[in-house]
C-alpha cells in the first residue's frame, strides 16, 4: 500500500484484527521519503503471522526496492523503516536481483545467581607472595546505535577486563551448596620461576598443575572423576595440540565432564593456568 508522505505511514495506526483475517502474508505500507534522508519510507504488519508489526523486514525491502527503483529511476536506494524499533536499510537492485545491507545490533539480557556462602568462606584474600602477572589492559564500553532510542531497555554497556595487574595466589579452594571451586592453579615451580626470571617445560607445568588440582579437590572431599567444568587458560593457540597431549597423559580416566580452553594467557614464564568446579 502506497501513501502520500513518511509523515502518514508513520502514524498509521492500523486495525491488526482486520489485517489478520487477510489472506496474505503481511502487509507493508510505503510512502516516498520526501523531506528525509531516506528515498523511500516502509512499515510491515505480518498479523496473520501472529507479528503485529515486523521492526525491519529484508523480504519487504526486497520488494519494494525494485518498485521504487523504477519509480525513481535509480538502482541504489536508502530505505527506512518506520516501527518503533526500526532502521535504515540500503537497497541495489541489478536486473531480477536485490540485496539488502545493514546494520545489526545484539542485546544480551542475563542474570548471574551466587550461592549463599556461610561466613567466612566468601572471602578470598591475596597473599603477600603474589608475583607480577601481565599487562593490563581494559575493554571498551559498548553503546546503543545512534539509530536506536535511548530507552532504558537498550542502555546496554559491557567493560571487558583482560587481565589483573597482579597474580593473586588465592586460597585453593571454597565450598559451597555441595560444590567446590579452585582458585586459578599453576605450577609450584612456575612461582619460583617468575621470581627469577626461569622457565619451566611445558610437560613439567602440566604434571604439577594437574597433581596441584587434584590435591585441592581431594583435601575439599572431591575428587577427578566429579569435575563438572574444567576451564585451561593458555598460552596461545598453538598450545592446544600439546595440551591435549600432556592432558590426557596425567589426568585420570575418567575426564571432565566438560572442559573449555581460553587462548591469550601471556606471561613469558605461565604457559597456562587450570581452574575447575567440581561436586563434594
Known amino acids: 500500500m502506497r501513501r502520500r508522505d513518511a509523515q502518514t505511514v508513520r502514524d498509521l495506526s492500523p486495525d491488526l484484527a482486520t489485517l489478520g483475517g487477510l489472506d496474505v502474508r503481511g502487509v507493508a505500507v510505503t510512502a516516498p521519503g520526501t523531506g528525509t534522508p ?8 505480518g498479523a496473520k503471522a501472529g507479528i503485529p508489526e515486523d521492526p525491519v523486514t529484508g523480504s519487504a525491502h526486497a520488494q519494494l526496492a525494485p518498485l521504487w527503483a523504477e519509480r525513481l529511476g535509480r538502482t541504489t536506494l536508502t530505505a527506512r523503516q518506520l516501527s518503533a524499533r526500526g532502521g535504515t536499510v540500503r537497497c541495489r537492485v541489478e536486473g531480477d536481483r536485490t540485496f539488502v545491507t545493514g546494520n545489526c545490533v545484539r542485546f544480551l539480557n542475563g542474570t548471574i545467581a551466587l550461592p549463599d556462602w556461610p561466613p567466612g568462606e566468601g572471602c578470598l584474600h591475596r597473599k603477600p607472595r603474589a608475583p607480577p602477572r601481565c599487562r593490563t589492559g581494559k575493554g571498551r564500553a559498548v553503546s546503543p546505535h545512534p539509530d536506536i532510542p535511548q530507552s532504558k531497555e537498550n542502555l546496554v554497556s559491557t567493560s571487558i577486563h583482560r587481565t589483573p595487574g597482579q597474580l593473586p595466589i588465592l586460597p585453593g579452594s571454597v565450598t559451597a551448596n555441595g560444590f567446590v571451586f579452585t582458585s586459578g592453579i599453576i605450577a609450584p615451580s612456575v612461582i619460583k620461576a617468575m621470581q627469577t626470571g626461569g622457565t619451566v617445560p611445558f610437560a613439567q607445568q602440566v604434571t604439577e598443575s594437574v597433581d596441584a588440582l587434584l590435591a585441592e579437590l581431594k583435601a ?3 575428587a577427578h572423576d566429579r569435575v563438572v567444568s574444567l ?3 593458555l598460552a596461545s593457540a598453538s598450545d592446544v595440540p600439546r595440551w591435549n597431549e600432556e ?4 589426568w585420570p580416566t575418567p575426564g571432565p565432564a566438560r572442559m573449555t ?3 591469550g594467557f601471556t606471561h613469558p614464564a605461565v604457559l597456562f593456568e587450570l581452574r575447575a568446579t567440581a561436586v563434594v
Open 38 to 45: 531516506y528515498d523511500f519510507v516502509s512499515r510491515w504488519f
Open 220 to 222: 575439599a572431599g572431591s
Open 231 to 233: 576451564d585451561a587458560f
Open 247 to 250: 592432558f590426557l597423559r596425567v
Open 261 to 263: 580452553l581460553i587462548t
